[in-house]
Structures are given as structure tokens and as C-alpha cells.
């Protein structure tokens, strides 16, 4: 029997919720697919464990987690303590220390999920957005000169390199390569950006001959950003900054009915470090604690992870639960205009995969 040690951090506000659901459809479905066995490690990293102890994790957190072959995470914000803290001591280095630099967002409009959009169909808008995790806009260099003077100046870089761009585009034209349409588009913004997204533009027109199969094309964020609600449909692959990326998938969760459904995963491919999987929701502080939040991005979120693991036939499992689920749409939380409770869909997912 395959064993799996996965590290688990619920984290702030509806993260520990949500994420016992997802922990909950992913034993259920590996015991009964698979016959996988998943240890799961429960770490208290937090905004309490921060405010207890001055840090966000122990001085032994990144070997701790080293030792595990995946990491489940729920969210990560308090609005007690500045994101400074929690993101950017835990979330953020993450991705880095451990080189998790492919994030991978599928948006995929379910069957029983409204669309705010007009005309589109189940399966009509089915994207995964590849993003760049580990440098662009989101590199931690810059500082202020005169803070807390008339004359303050705060300077925020984006660091770029070819390493960085390649491998992220050689990511996402192997992935375009696996699916059935084979269309990829890259986003950029070098009219305005020339230094950093022009290393992009270059990179991109680069890589792309070495994949002929693959119909890609360049296009800009603010056209992206139109055409994610004018037609999303039109999108397969889609590559993008640390940034854009970012932007572009809460919109494309809010196209394909709710953020509620927006798993990730945060993937160093060569699993020299453990990867991390987490849904895209954030711990939303307003509803926390309420019961009430959806918990199937978290779910879909583990689905991923499950393949990273090899786990491909229990992944699927997962996810068909999940479509059954809202297919029915006896059961939905308030983001999908009902009023059950977080739990409620759990116990509709594993009473679906049949554990």
C-alpha cells in the first residue's frame, strides 16, 4: 500500500473548515480507489501561533515540512495582524524556499452552478492559468527612502530573469500539449513593462517553435482582462505573470459562478520540495466561523494534490464527486444561492465517492 505524509495547515480564519472537508473526500476517496494511505500532520500555524510566539512557524517549520511529500493548506490572513506578517513570513516564502514556482488555477464552469454570464454552458468556459510563482512582481525587493516624511519614496521592483520565464512557459506548452484543444496564450504587457514583460516577449517567442502542435499566441493583460468576460470560452492554457496570473484567476473563478470553486496548486515540478495545494479563497474573516463556507475549492484543491501524488485515479474520483454534487444542486452553500453549511457539502462529497 502507497503511504503519503502530507503536512496540513488550516491556517486563519475558514481555512481549518474548509480544509477538514477536503481531508475528509480525499481519505474517503483513496481508501476506496487507490487503497492509498494518507498520514496527515496537523501544524498550528496561524495568526494565534504568531501572536503566541512572534513568528508565523517554528525556527525547525521549513525542515519540518521538507519531510513531507505534500503540503494541504487553507488560508492564511487575519485582519488583527498586517498581511506583512502572515503572508509574507509564510505563505510567500513558501513558494519560494521550496521552488514551488508553477501555480496552476483551473476555472471550469460546473453543471447546477449559475454563470453571471449570459449563454455559456456547463463546459463552456474550461481554462487552466498557468502563473509564474516565484519572481515577477511579487519578488520581495524594493524599500522605502525618507518613510513617514513629505518626501517618502517607496520603490517595488519586478524581477524577471529568462530561467524564471522559460521554465514557467515550458510548463504551460507541455500542459497545453495534454489537452484536447493545444492552445495556449501568454499574457503580457511589454508595451508599457518593456524591461521585464519585453524578457517575457523574447522568452515566449523562444520557447514556442519547440512546440509546433501548439497553437499560442501573445496577448495583453487589459485585453485578457476583457476577454475573460466577453468571451472565456476562448481560452485553453493560459500563461501568465506572477501578478497578472493572480488577477486573471479571481476573475476567472467570478466567471465560473464563485470563488467558492477556485482550487490551486503551487508546484515544484522536479518534487525536490514538497508542493503545496490550496484553495484561492483567502480566509475570509467575515464568514469565519459562520459554518457556512463552501468548501469545495478546498476539496478540488486536494484533487490536485492527489495527482501530484500519482493518485490520478482517486483525483478523479474526487472531482466527479464534486460535478455530482453541484449537478444535483440539492446541496449548496450560500455563495451558490442556498443555505447549507460547510459541513452539509462535505457529507454530500463523500457520500458521493461512496465512503
Not at 519540518?64 to 509564510?90: C, M, N, W, Y
Not at 460546473?110 to 511579487?138: H, Q, S, W
Not at 504587457?189 to 524578457?199: E, P, R
Request: charge should be neutral.
Amino acid at each position: 500500500m502507497a503511504v503519503h505524509r502530507i503536512a496540513v495547515i488550516g491556517g486563519d480564519g475558514i481555512g481549518p473548515e474548509v480544509i477538514d472537508q477536503a481531508i475528509r473526500a480525499a481519505e474517503a476517496a483513496a481508501r476506496k480507489i487507490d487503497k492509498a494511505e494518507l498520514i496527515w500532520n496537523k501544524l498550528p500555524w496561524s495568526t494565534t501561533y504568531y501572536k503566541q510566539h512572534g513568528r508565523m512557524l517554528p525556527d525547525d517549520g521549513w525542515d519540518t515540512l521538507r519531510q513531507h511529500d505534500a503540503i494541504l493548506f487553507g488560508a492564511v490572513g487575519d485582519p488583527s495582524v498586517p498581511d506583512k506578517v502572515t503572508v509574507h513570513e509564510l505563505l510567500l516564502p513558501m513558494r519560494r524556499r521550496f521552488d514551488q514556482y508553477v501555480n496552476l488555477r483551473p476555472a471550469y464552469l460546473f453543471a447546477g452552478v449559475p454563470c453571471p454570464l449570459g449563454g455559456k454552458k456547463p463546459g463552456d468556459i474550461d481554462m487552466l492559468v498557468y502563473r509564474e510563482n516565484t519572481e515577477g512582481e511579487y519578488a520581495p525587493v524594493g524599500g522605502h527612502l525618507y518613510p513617514g516624511t513629505a518626501h517618502e519614496v517607496a520603490v517595488q521592483t519586478g524581477v524577471f530573469t529568462r530561467r524564471g520565464c522559460e521554465r514557467i512557459l515550458r510548463a504551460a506548452f507541455e500542459g497545453a500539449r495534454k489537452r484536447p484543444r493545444r492552445k495556449l496564450t501568454s499574457i503580457t504587457k511589454s508595451n508599457a513593462q518593456v524591461y521585464g514583460m519585453g524578457l517575457w516577449d523574447e522568452v515566449f517567442a523562444a520557447v514556442r517553435p519547440d512546440y509546433p502542435d501548439v497553437q499560442s499566441a501573445s496577448l495583453l493583460v487589459d485585453a485578457a482582462a476583457m476577454d475573460f468576460v466577453r468571451k472565456p470560452e476562448a481560452f485553453d492554457v493560459v500563461v501568465a505573470s506572477n501578478l497578472f496570473g493572480d488577477i486573471l484567476t479571481d476573475l476567472s473563478a467570478a466567471v465560473t459562478g464563485s470563488i467558492g470553486l477556485a482550487s490551486s496548486a503551487n508546484i515544484n515540478p522536479t518534487k525536490q520540495f514538497p508542493s503545496m495545494f490550496e484553495p484561492v479563497h483567502g480566509s475570509a474573516p467575515d464568514i469565519a466561523g459562520k459554518g457556512i463556507a463552501n468548501p469545495l475549492a478546498a476539496v478540488l484543491s486536494a484533487a490536485l494534490m492527489l495527482d501530484h501524488l500519482g493518485l490520478g485515479k482517486t483525483a478523479a474520483a474526487v472531482r466527479q464527486a464534486v460535478a455530482g454534487v453541484l449537478a444535483a444542486g440539492t446541496v449548496k452553500t450560500p455563495d451558490l444561492g442556498g443555505t447549507n453549511t460547510t459541513t452539509e457539502m462535505g457529507n454530500a462529497v463523500v457520500a458521493a465517492i461512496g465512503g
